[in-house]
């Protein structure tokens, strides 16, 4: 455990069989009040290296709060463990529906990512949600929390922290800002060396790469000094690596105008074997099961961007999304 600023703690929890490899879990340690931001998998030895955090910095459950970015399990699979302990939680309305809506297997979020893999033809991969690394590591009940709604403030001594809206890596992900000190903690928002994943949501959320790039509009603009990501290392430059990521989507969308210029209508899933990815795998069939899920997610909504630009459009046949190019 390191203190990367005063009284703001941070250590690595490792995630176990993920390439994320760890969380960088945060303390923001106060005098009456403290706040920790995520919580890793809901996974035995992650609880126990945490609550040894705890025990080093003195928390009392009752007077720390649990900060949660975002709704992926990696953030808060331990959520409901924390919440038996005493500590109030803050997260996002609308992450947070996700959040409660997601601990069962016939619940709505299970039942949806079932129906867009049938859309998007992930059917014929034969996967298994039970295996999905999102279920896997869940937090296993509904919690209660308090809607953390951007504009709002949470002040812990000397830091006021403004609660950032940071839509995009989920539909309601959020960040703290604290502008005299010029720290930003961003969660999955801008990463080092890794891109986030930037899925396909549903109908019911639009354009998340769409979204995503506004977030990006608005950090690029702030002042911040301390970047303070959820994962791998911490970034010195906020605004190269927003450049970076630029770049890696503008990438990504020029993949798919040509796979669908070579291929004609596709589906989702053909679109995603026509990109390139960061992991070793021979072919489409060689590719991790619990991969194609951020894979095809991700091929989905570069698709959907590109539809709200109006370069492509899609029809549904036979069960399944084709998207074609737009006659010029």
């Not at 060396?193 to 019911?204: C, D, L």
């Not at 770049?247 to 020029?254: A, E, Y």
């Not at 029809?315 to 190019?325: I, V």
């Amino acid at each position: 455990m390191i203190e990367v600023y005063k009284n703001i703690y941070l250590e690595e929890i490792p995630l176990p069989n993920n390439p994320l490899k760890y969380l960088n879990f945060y303390v923001i340690k106060g005098k009456e009040k403290s706040m920790i931001i995520d919580t890793g998998f809901n996974h035995e030895d992650i609880k126990e290296k945490i609550m040894k955090v705890f025990e080093k910095l003195n928390l009392e459950p009752k007077k720390t709060m649990l900060f949660l970015t975002h709704l992926h399990s990696d953030h808060t699979g331990l959520a409901s463990y924390f919440e038996n302990l005493g500590l109030s939680i803050f997260i996002s309305k609308v992450d947070g529906e996700i959040l409660n809506s997601s601990k069962d297997i016939s619940d709505t979020f299970w039942k949806n990512l079932a129906k867009n893999e049938i859309l998007q033809g992930l059917q014929e991969d034969n996967l298994d949600i039970k295996k999905h690394p999102g279920f896997k590591y869940r937090a296993k009940s509904k919690i209660k929390y308090i809607p953390a709604v951007p504009g709002e403030y949470i002040k812990i001594d000397n830091y006021n922290f403004e609660i950032i809206d940071l839509k995009g890596h989920t539909p309601g992900m959020v960040g703290l800002y604290e502008a005299e000190h010029k720290i930003l903690f961003c969660g999955d928002h801008i990463l080092g060396k890794i891109t986030p994943n930037i899925t396909y949501w549903g109908a019911q959320h639009g354009d998340m790469l769409g979204k995503y790039f506004e977030s990006l509009d608005l950090v690029y603009n702030m002042d911040i000094e301390h970047l303070f990501s959820s994962h791998r290392f911490l970034i010195d430059d906020h605004k190269k690596r927003i450049q970076e990521l630029y770049k890696h989507h503008n990438h990504r969308l020029d993949e798919v105008r040509n796979t669908l210029k070579k291929l004609g209508k596709s589906t989702v899933r053909t679109v995603a074997k026509n990109m390139h990815w960061d992991i070793k795998s021979k072919n489409w069939d060689d590719f991790p099961k619990s991969q194609k899920w951020f894979a095809v997610g991700e091929a989905h909504a570069h698709l959907e961007h590109l539809r709200a630009l109006k370069e492509i459009d899609v029809e549904e046949q036979n069960g399944l999304l084709y998207y074609y190019n737009m006659p010029k």
